[in-house]
């Protein structure tokens, strides 16, 4: 994926709840996704918001070998 000169978005980052959002999250992103799709219920929101948030302004994630796009 490293090569896709086009946004790319990842679903099932979370497998149906097996990964906990802070390792899926941080995985996809890490790893070249530049959208996650995930589903969620309304009460978990606002958490998985603030996880995706604090996560995307880290070092780690911010200097991915595979650049941005959107």
């Known amino acids: 994926m490293k090569e896709v000169n086009k946004p790319w978005i990842a679903y099932k980052v979370l497998a149906a709840g097996a990964i906990h959002p802070k390792e899926g999250f941080k995985y996809a992103f890490k ?40």
């Open 31 to 70: 790893n070249g996704a530049d959208f996650i799709n995930v589903g969620m219920y309304d009460f978990q929101v606002l958490e998985d918001a603030a996880i995706a948030k604090k996560l995307l302004l880290t070092k780690e994630i911010k200097d991915r070998t595979r650049p941005w796009r959107a």
